[in-house]
């Protein structure tokens, strides 16, 4: 499975965001996305996600049997954590695992982020890093080859970001792929992509 | 034991707990007597025996107004003096004042059947409790849509010394809505109440039905200081596992 | 569970639960219709002559004012966005939600008529034409409303937006709704239109809101 | 006045008013003793799983 884009440019609102960007990722690699903020390291993110258009250039994915779209074989996790309050833990994971592709990873899912003791606790309780966990874990409940992770580490503590690494290296060996937007180290060796000019 | 103590929920429990049956066993005897009275009460001149709703519907009526008065004292209790309980009476109170109140509402209707020849009418006094009951909803509602007991406590408490406030302009503007339009209520809800075999049942039904609400609004309250316990016990969880 | 089961069975157990808006529409509908005789007076004809219509429009507006918050409570948490890169198509999901807040909004409305019907004092035979008329009226009502409240979240924008926006295109439901809802002999008819008018929102409701969601992408 | 009282011609409203009030009163009485029950099962599923109050914290733990 190979993932390439080439000539892509983002223009939002008046500003061009980034122009002519292009890169290539295939099985088992991670790209970091790096840059100045306002570099436009969100709107690639959420331009492969689907979640916004590309004003030019191209983005495909080889997936060689499936005819899916990128974001229907992507999971992002942006800035917000999709959680409802009212619902509990169990519920709320169990509803993103059958929406977005159904499959029995939820219980499994619950315990490689190690919150399988709150199950039953609604979502409000929870604090910023198991929020951010809880919303983590629905990208190992429901396999889907390519991950968009936009500062995936920004709500988590160290034993939460080494929890992560060990999912992506997992995801990784799986046969995925992981785009990440971050600012500090991954943990993980990574190609890397710069965008916005070099200070 | 001073009242003070009771401020404190697990105390306040205990003495749910221990007066609680007390007060279902007087409940009981106090209906128990009351429909003994009833049944045996005389026919009204004018009404016939449709007499006899009356005596649901006034003690309902009453205890409408008097369950908002209950929850606006207990507003005070949580603006003004911080007491810790007083949002979780103000809080077990809405539902039971809703009750009454539909039911002041229903046997209203029902007994005005006869006179008017359809279920409702825009009597002036119906009319303020249909109004009180449309309070009541909004004061449920209110309380249903913020998670956090204490921020839904105050804001509740706001609009229940509010509501209390306008109650009687309320009641004032209906009635000269009702005069307005219709001249004196053809209706009077009083019936020949000042007759003995008439006021006796009524003053019983009337004892019966506030003991009724003091049972269920302890019970209410013991629930809600329960409900808060659960709560807590789930911020410990989750602030448990944050360690983990 | 389909995604599109999931979808229904959240939707609908977040409008149940604390900050849900499930009987919000009810209570407003309750409120409005209690108004009318306060603003018109207790005239028992005459309040039984505008009954149909003030039912009509206490339904309408109760439809149209909890469509608001759809799809922004989705779209301030980020869910919007999985949403959008779901496997089930669009259209379907936005139908899925329209069906949870009409059975927790439009239904309730209709299961209260009755009641109402009596605080206007109308016939048993008209209460239960109101009823029928809001039964069929109420679906076309919030799929109208469902392309509203996609605009108002594709643009940002919140509050009056979706009524001003949406209202005007209500029109043809409210009048063969109170024409159905009137008993005369042409109600006959207005059945059948207004019935047409809701399979017709039925299938453009949902594939308008589905566009305005994909293009309000910026 | 025998034991069953002549309720007049409108006997059917009146005994609609007192099955209503003794349905009404009885839903009460149900939704009260049902909400207990559900929180003391909560209760006890989080006593179960080892949730303990801060008051009844075993001191060493505090």
Redesign the interface.
Known sequence: MRLSASGLTCIRGMRVVFENIGFELSTGEVMTVIGPNGAGKSSLLRLMAGLIRASAGRIELEAGDSDLSLPEQAHYQGHLDPLKASLTVAENLAFWTSYLGGGLGAEAALVAIGLEGLADLPAAYLSAGQRRRLSLARLVAVQRPVWLLDEPTSALDAAGQARLAELMRDHLAGGGMIVAATHGPLGIEAKELRLGRVA | MALIDLANPTRFLAFIARVLPWLVVATAIAFAIGLYLVWFSPDDYQQGATVKIMFIHVPNAWLSMVVWAVMSVAALGTLVWRHPLADVAAKSAAPLGAAFTFLALLTGSLWGRPMWGTYWVWDARLTSVLVLFLMYLGLIALWRTVEDPARAGRAAAILTLVGAVNLPIIKFSVDWWNTLHQGASVFRMGGSAIDPTILRPLLVMGLAFSLLFLTLHLAAMRNEILRRRVRALWLMQAHAAQGA | ???L???L??DM??AV????GA??GV?FF??VV?LV??AV????AQLRRIGPAMLWLGALLASLLTLDRLFAA?Q????L????????PLELVVLVKAAAHWITTGLPLVIVTPLLG??L?LEPGAIAAVALALLIGTPALTCIGLVGAALSVALRRGGLLLPVLVLPLTVPVLIFGVAAASGEASSGTAFMILGALTLMSLVLGPFAAAAALRHG?? | MGFWPSLGPHAGFIVAAYVATVVVVAGLIAWVTADYEAQRRLLGELEVRGVKRRSQQPPEAA
């Open positions: 569970m389909t995604p089961s999931a979808l069975v959240r157990r977040l639960r604390i900050g849900g009987l919000m209570l309750l409120i209690t005789p306060l007076g207790p005239d028992l989705d301030e948490d980020g869910s966005d999985l949403m959008l890169m779901g496997r089930a009596l605080f004092n992408l910026e």
